[in-house]
Structures are given as structure tokens and as C-alpha cells.
């Protein structure tokens, strides 16, 4: 290692040009005041982060840290570039790149270099290269390096735009000058990607970022950097800025025109804000992290001073507030993009094409005829967004338009509100053949959808500090609207058809719209939801001009539009007494076909893993099942003995297809129950009847089969076993242990003191199972399993996922009866985790409790399980038995191993 000289000092100066930290002083004079190692390099970086994070804690504007941590890094890299580069400096170059060319580094982001060489062969400086590179991460950097000449620059930049970006924000560090001014000509606009094509490119680079995170900011655990409206969006403002202006920072925007100072401060205070969440993340967990994960939520929202409020966490402020910032970045980028869109792509001499005396057409985008257009005509505000549904060749909205626009929202106030002519435009944007999903989440993104309806303004952005809800109120709201867009549109038939001909066949198509608006409106307020959206619904609509019963069955949506999904999963809907009550409920076949078109949506616009075959499966045979008993008349309800006679009928039916004769038949069916025939399909029975005709009286062995599809929209595993066995607990082991979700078990004690039990079960992706080697793997573990002794039991040692096991949520149960069916109903809500289902079951036994039925839900990190259970003598459980077993429960499900 050579001794570094007044000379290299020199040369070091354009590392360190821009005003110095006091830091930086110092140990540029302790790292060439002596021959530095390997130690010293590491104690001056560590101690330079050290500073740095205190300097965060201590409340120092961001900036100044990120542009710090670059001028620490210049130092270190140029220090060690002269020790070990040293007579080569003067020829070769030293280059940063990418965030790092920016002169702008996080805590912990990647460090980019390049090596900038005068010609292709590297033999008289790789050794001395080598050497630097490999000190670079002995002292604890981690750089990503290249070593190119000029010709490679410009060829590789040619072949790929993401290395033109980066190679156009480099900046040098040290080494000739003239060389790294040669490497900017030759990657000049002229020669590599004319702001045309990179302009074209850099937007398809973004839209193909966006999908990925399925084109919403709005996600549980948003990227700080590239998840849409994150810092990635800034940047890529900037880089066309550089391509097409040569500007160096978003500043320069304003003197051409592109920004108003006050857009300017609006985009710097997001990026500020955005580089302190992620340097904070850096903080946390002392690496290269840019997810806002469940795990540092809470922690960052106490660190940037939120505190829990009387209905809002903290950490629901905290990622209001990071929701929000992402919308204002959107917002900015859609409208900037745009301007340099019309600038560079868009031909300024074309002549508009005209709509009306308000707005007109001008290179497929839309725009006002004039600047005054919106104070003069405030119901142009809502206006537009019509005539793009009207006109579906326009590709957007000019950026002087939006630019007008979100001036003009304060216009939107309550005359505003109660203009006809407004109410007209609202309900004709609702109205539209197409378009009305994209309309609405322009309205929201510019912010008028907010002013209009001020209730939903409050929820923008909001969050549910959970799992089971994976975007914010209002962008899930927007994709229930979406769904049931989807409904409506005869393209899509295909994807769910029965739902498909029930919401066209709707008579007002807008009022299922208006009560996906209004579903979720009242959340963070406290109180029921519903309720309280509901009464919003319904005074919105009249004041709207809509007629007081449309209004009443919005309002009715909106406070029963959990209702058709609780039954449907928590209660035993082969129950006639549950049918009726519901049917009760809905009143009429409109209110059903409304309410269904509507939970399907809502449900499939919460969290994408939610739905699945099963869920499909349920809700319809529960819609049919309901549709059936008002065709009846709810003062007719369907008997017992009635349902129990066609459901025998449809059974005899099927086994006479399968060969199946009637001896057999009568032979197998006196041993089921009547409760076995109501709670089981026509094709259950029959695949039973099978099984069980086959198989001696006297055999005790478990009989365990396996249905891949089972016409529930899962696979479904029969067991048949001796009820003192108590194979519950066993059964929901081994499958919890092999990774599947049961979604049901009915429990069914049948004659000669055997049980058989039907559970349906899904892999873990939501699906099926659909591996025949997989399915006898199952029936043959599952029989081995139920043959051991009584008293043996499974352990369950799959681990809950990280997100779950940030959630503590503790166990509640609640009692209700069945008085019809003597029975009780236990409900259970408790943290979800492997094993669970297994647990329960075997406190359960301990306390000589038969289970009947378990419905069994899971609501992101909560398990919400219902279970129909007697007690010792058969009945409904007493007083003192309903204590001890929440005691029970309580102890072996709260106890944290």
C-alpha cells in the first residue's frame, strides 16, 4: 500500500467540493496522516453512520443526510482510490452511478461505481483495481462495481435503457476529467436514446414497475422506493428533466415552466418525507431495506412521534399520512409525464378538436378551451370526467388541465353539492357503459371524488392496522366498484357467469355503485360502520334527487352488506331455521340479487387471497338455497322432513346411476342420522353410501377417502371412525402439519357409536388439491394417524408466517343456543397459527364435548371459528360447563410457548 501524496490530495478535491461536513474534515486528516488499514477505514465508516443516525434522531432535514452520506462515501472511495489505484489515477476514472452519481445515498443504499477506462485492455491496472475493489468490502462497503471503457458505455447504454439512466446521473469522483466529459458525449441524446424513445421507454419502464405492485400504492406493505407514488416516481421525473433539459435537479423544472413553486414544494416535501421513512427503515434494521413490512410499522410510526388515538392507531396515522404523500406523488408524476409527453412526442401545431364550448380535444388528450373554464362553469369539474367515458379514443388529460383542475377543487362546496345539474353528471358518470371504474379513480386521484362526497375524503389513504385488509378504505372501495364493473360488462361473462347474469338483469345498476361507495365510508369514526354509512348512504342519495325507496335500499346495502358473508361462513346454513331467518332478512329477490353482486365484490376487493373456489361455492349455493325459500314465501318456510325427502330423492337418483340397488341403500341409510341428511349434499350421501356399503359392520378400523374435487369448489377427506376415537383432534393436526386450510368440518355421529366427518380443505395457495400422488399420501398418513391408540397425540411444528406472528390478539368466545337442535354454539376468535384447530379439539375432549359442526373462517391474522357442540348428556352445555371450557380455552390458546 503506497503512502498517499500532496498531489493525490489534490486530486481528491473534486470528491469533497460542495460545502463540508465537520466529520469529513477530520478523518480526511486521520486517514492521510498515517498509513490507514483495513481498521481504520471500518472505524471511520462506522463512526461516520453513527453520526449520522444521530444526527436523524436528532430531527436533521433528511437531506442534508443523504447528500452527507454520499460525501462520506466519497471520501472513503477516494481515499482508498489513491492508496491503492495511486500512479494509475491520472488515467483511469473514477465514476459514481446510479443514486450514488445523484449524490444521493440512504443509510444503508447500494453504492454504484464505475471504472472508467481509457481503452479496452485493463491488464496494466487490474491488479491495483482488484486490490481496491476487495479493500472496498473489507472495510464493510458493499459496492456494485463495472469496469468499462467509452465504446462499452455507449454500446451496452444502446442495448439497454436502465443502464443509460444509470449512466446519466454519473458523476466523478476522481481521474481525468477529459475522459469522463469523452463518455458523456458519446452517451449524448444525439448518439443513445433521443429523448423521443427514452422518454417512451422510461414510461413503460414505470407502467410495468406499477403492475408488479398490482398497480396501486395502496398495498398492506408498500415499497418506500418503488411501489407506485414512492421515490422511484420522483426519479424518473428526474431523469426524463435530465435527458430533455440537462437539468440536475427538479428545481431547475420551475425556470422552464414545467412546476409552479408551489408543485415544487408539494413534490420536495414527498420526497423528503419518503427519504425520512427510508432512512428510518435503514435505521431499524441496519440493512439495504426499502418495504414498510408489518414489523416496522409500529415502530416507525413511534418514531416519527404519532400516537394512538380514541378510533385510530398510530401506526394508521402513520401510513395515512405515507398513502397520502403516495397520492400527491401519483398525482405529480401523471401530470408532469404529461407535460413532457406534449413536449416531446405531442406535434404543438395540430389543431384541437372541439366537444362542446367548455372542452376540447388536442392530440387524443383532453383539455379546457380556456383558463377560466372551471370558475366560470364549476360543473365542468365533474364534467370531464364524463366526456372521457363518452369518448373512449381520449387517452387522458392535458397537464395544463389538471394543472386547473386541482386549483379549482375549493369550488366544489356544498351548493356545489346540491346542484341538479352536478347531481345529473355524478349519476351519469355512474351511469356509463364503460369507463366508470377507470373515471372514478381519476376522481380520487385528482381529488374530486373527495370533495364531492367529503365523507369519503376522510377515508383516503385510512388503513387497517391487519391482514385480512390489503389496500386502504379507498382503493379497496374502488376495486369493489371495479368488480362489480366486471359483473356488468358482457366481456367478462366468462369469469363468473351466474353472477354476471344477475348483476345485467339489475334494474339500477348505479345503486350497487353507490353502496360499494358508501360500504366502508364510516370506518375509524368508532361505532358500527354500517350502521353509521348506511345513514350516510341514504341522506347522500336523497339529496342526490334519487327517489326514497332507491335511497332506502343503498342504505340497506350499505348497513347489511356483511350479512349474506357472515351467515354464509359462520352459521350452518343447511339449517332451515338459519335459511329462514335470513330469508327473512332480505325480504325480496331485488334486495338479494343486490346484496350477493355486492358481498362477492367486496370480498374479492379486500385481499386477493381471500377468495377462492370454496368461497364461490358457498355464497352461490347459499344465494340459490335463499332465492328458493322466497320463491316459497317466508310464510312457508320449507320443514325438516321436506328437505330431508329431496335430498334423499336426488341421493337414490345418483346411486342408481352409479349401480348402487336399493337393498344396499336401505341397508347403509338406517345407520345415518337425520342430521346426516341435512347437513350432507345428494352427492355426499352418495359417495358415502358408496364407501360404506363396501365395508363389514364389525370392522373398527378408521375408513379414511378422499375426494379431489368435491363440488364445493375443494377437495374433501371422509373419515369414518369410533366417535370415542375423538379423531378431531388428529385429523385437523395432520392436515394442518401437511399444509392445507380446512374451511369446513361437520362432525356427524352415526349408528353403532362410529362417527363419520367430512372436512374440505384447500392448499395453501387457495386452490384445490390437485396432485393424485399428494392426495394417497394424505389418505395414507391420515389412516395411520386415526390407528394409533386413543390416548396419542400430534404435534403440529409448522410455524405461523412473519406477518401473523406481528399480531397479538386474544382469544374471545362467546356462547349462543341452538334451542332448535339442542345444541350450543361456540364462537371462537383467536390468533391464527398452525396447530390452532388441534388445540381447541383436544380442550374440547378434555371436557366431554362433542363438536356437531365447525365453521372455521380466518380474517388475516384472526381465526374466527364456530362450532356447534352438546355436552356429557347430549344437550346444550350448562352454566358451569360454558365457564369452564372459556377458562379452558382461554388459558391453552393465550399461552404464549
Given amino acids: 500500500m503506497r503512502v498517499i501524496t500532496p498531489e493525490d490530495l489534490d486530486e481528491l478535491a473534486v470528491v469533497t467540493s460542495d460545502p463540508p461536513w465537520d466529520y469529513l474534515s477530520a478523518i480526511q486528516q486521520t486517514l492521510t496522516a ?34 452527507d452520506r454520499a460525501r462520506l462515501v466519497d471520501s ?13 489515477a491520472r488515467e483511469v476514472a473514477l465514476i459514481a452511478v446510479g443514486g450514488y452519481g445523484r449524490g444521493e445515498l440512504n443509510l444503508c443504499s447500494d453504492i454504484d461505481i464505475m471504472i472508467l477506462l481509457p481503452k479496452s485492455e485493463a491488464t496494466p491496472w487490474q491488479p491495483n483495481l482488484e ?66 424513445e427514452f422518454f417512451e421507454a422510461k414510461v413503460a419502464e414505470q407502467t410495468a414497475r406499477h403492475h408488479r405492485y398490482h ?135 395540430v389543431a384541437p378538436v372541439p366537444v362542446n364550448a367548455r372542452f376540447q380535444i388536442r392530440n387524443d388528450y383532453l383539455e379546457t378551451t380556456s383558463d377560466d373554464i372551471f370558475p366560470r362553469y364549476p360543473s365542468a369539474l365533474l364534467e370531464l370526467f364524463l366526456i372521457i367515458e363518452q369518448q373512449p379514443e ?121 353502496a360499494a361507495i358508501f360500504h366502508d365510508i364510516a370506518k375509524g369514526r368508532g361505532g358500527d360502520h354500517s350502521e353509521l354509512g348506511s345513514v350516510d348512504a341514504e341522506a347522500f342519495c336523497l339529496e342526490q334527487g334519487l327517489s326514497r325507496y332507491d335511497a332506502r335500499l343503498v342504505a340497506w346495502l ?122 350432507h349434499t345428494a352427492e355426499e350421501i352418495c359417495w358415502h353410501t ?38 378431531f383432534a388428529r385429523t385437523t393436526a395432520l392436515l394442518d402439519q401437511l399444509g392445507l386450510t380446512i374451511v369446513d368440518a361437520r362432525i356427524t355421529p352415526i349408528a353403532d357409536q362410529f362417527s363419520l366427518d367430512v372436512y374440505h380443505v384447500l392448499e395453501d395457495t387457495g386452490a384445490e388439491i390437485a396432485d393424485a400422488v399428494r392426495i394417497r399420501d394424505i389418505e395414507q398418513q391420515l389412516r395411520h394417524a386415526l390407528a394409533k391408540p386413543d390416548d396419542a397425540s400430534m404435534t403440529v411444528t409448522r410455524r405461523a408466517p412473519r406477518q401473523v406472528r406481528m399480531f397479538s390478539t386474544t382469544t374471545q368466545i362467546t356462547f349462543s343456543e341452538d334451542p332448535i337442535n339442542q345444541r350450543t354454539i361456540v364462537e371462537l376468535i383467536s390468533g391464527d397459527r398452525p396447530g390452532l384447530l388441534s388445540q381447541i379439539a383436544r380442550v374440547f375432549r378434555a371436557e366431554q364435548i362433542a363438536i356437531y359442526t365447525s365453521k372455521i373462517v380466518t380474517v388475516g391474522e384472526r381465526a374466527e371459528d364456530v362450532f356447534f357442540v352438546s355436552g356429557r348428556e347430549g344437550g346444550p352445555l350448562s352454566a358451569d360447563a360454558r365457564q369452564r371450557l372459556a377458562q379452558r380455552l382461554s388459558e391453552t390458546l393465550d399461552r404464549r410457548d
Fill in 34 to 67: 498515517q498509513q490507514p488499514d483495513v481498521a481504520t477505514f471500518r472505524s471511520a465508516l462506522t463512526e461516520g453512520d453513527n453520526r449520522l443516525k444521530q444526527r436523524f434522531a436528532d430531527d436533521e432535514p433528511v437531506e442534508r443526510l443523504v447528500r
Fill in 76 to 88: 472513503l472511495l477516494g481515499t482508498a482510490w489513491a492508496l491503492h489505484v495511486g500512479p494509475h
Fill in 131 to 196: 486490490r481496491f475493489l476487495t479493500f472496498m468490502w473489507d472495510i464493510g462497503l458493499e459496492v456494485g462495481h463495472s469496469v468499462r471503457t467509452i465504446d462499452d458505455c455507449q454500446r451496452e447504454s444502446a442495448a439497454d435503457v436502465s443502464v443509460a439512466t444509470t449512466l446519466i446521473e454519473a458523476r466523478r469522483l476522481t481521474g481525468p476529467e477529459q475522459l469522463f466529459e469523452a463518455m458523456r458525449r458519446a452517451l449524448a441524446p444525439e448518439r443513445v436514446w433521443p429523448i423521443k
Fill in 215 to 349: 398497480d396501486t400504492a395502496y398495498n398492506l406493505e408498500p415499497n418506500v422506493k418503488s411501489s407506485p407514488g414512492g421515490l422511484r416516481d420522483i426519479q424518473t421525473i428526474g431523469w426524463v428533466a435530465k435527458r430533455r433539459f440537462g437539468a440536475d435537479s427538479l428545481d431547475e423544472l420551475v425556470d422552464h415552466g414545467f412546476l409552479t413553486k408551489s408543485e415544487l414544494r408539494k413534490l420536495k416535501a414527498a420526497q423528503s418525507f419518503l427519504w425520512k421513512v427510508r432512512f428510518a427503515l435503514h435505521v431499524l434494521t441496519n440493512r439495504r431495506e426499502d418495504r414498510l413490512l408489518f414489523d416496522h410499522q409500529i415502530r416507525l410510526a413511534k418514531m416519527f412521534g404519532y400516537e394512538d388515538a380514541t378510533y385510530t392507531l398510530a401506526v394508521e396515522q402513520f401510513m395515512q399520512r405515507y398513502y397520502r404523500t403516495a397520492m400527491d406523488v401519483s398525482l405529480l408524476n401523471e401530470m408532469l409525464l404529461q407535460l413532457f409527453r406534449e413536449a416531446i412526442l405531442s406535434d404543438p401545431n
Fill in 394 to 514: 381520449i387517452r387522458g388529460v392535458r397537464a395544463t388541465t389538471i394543472r386547473q383542475l386541482t386549483r379549482h377543487l375549493w369550488l366544489i362546496d356544498e351548493e356545489f353539492r346540491q346542484h341538479p345539474r352536478n347531481h345529473r353528471l355524478f349519476f351519469d358518470i355512474l351511469s356509463a357503459p364503460v369507463g366508470v371504474t377507470h373515471e372514478l379513480r381519476r376522481m380520487n386521484l385528482y381529488g374530486v371524488l373527495g370533495r364531492y362526497i367529503p365523507a369519503f375524503g376522510r377515508v383516503v389513504g385510512r388503513m387497517q392496522y391487519d391482514l385480512f385488509h390489503a389496500y386502504t378504505v379507498d382503493a379497496h372501495t374502488l376495486f369493489v366498484v371495479s368488480n362489480l364493473r366486471r359483473f356488468a360488462m358482457p366481456k367478462y361473462d366468462h369469469e363468473f357467469p351466474q353472477l354476471s347474469r344477475i348483476m345485467q338483469a339489475l334494474p339500477k345498476q348505479e345503486l350497487a355503485y353507490l
Fill in 558 to 679: 350499505v348497513r347489511n352488506h356483511l350479512m349474506l358473508s357472515v351467515t354464509a361462513q359462520k352459521k350452518d346454513i343447511s339449517d332451515p331455521a338459519v335459511l329462514h331467518e335470513f330469508a327473512r332478512l332480505v325480504g325480496d329477490q331485488n334486495h338479494l340479487d343486490y346484496l350477493y353482486v355486492l358481498t362477492v365484490a367486496d370480498v374479492r376487493g379486500t385481499n386477493p387471497k381471500l377468495w377462492n373456489n370454496w368461497k364461490s361455492s358457498l355464497f352461490s349455493e347459499f344465494y340459490e338455497r335463499t332465492k328458493q325459500a322466497l320463491r316459497r314465501g317466508l310464510e312457508s318456510p320449507i320443514d325438516k322432513d321436506e328437505l330431508i325427502a329431496q335430498i334423499q330423492t336426488s341421493a337414490r337418483e345418483l346411486l342408481r346411476r352409479h349401480g348402487v340397488d336399493e337393498t344396499t341403500i336401505a341397508r347403509v341409510w338406517q345407520r345415518l342420522t337425520d342430521d346426516y341428511f341435512i347437513r
Fill in 690 to 727: 358408496q364407501l360404506l356399503a363396501s365395508r363389514e359392520v364389525s370392522d373398527t378400523s378408521p375408513l379414511v377417502s378422499v375426494q379431489q374435487q368435491s363440488g364445493r369448489g375443494g377437495t374433501a377427506i371422509s373419515t369414518y371412525t369410533p366417535q370415542k376415537q375423538h379423531s
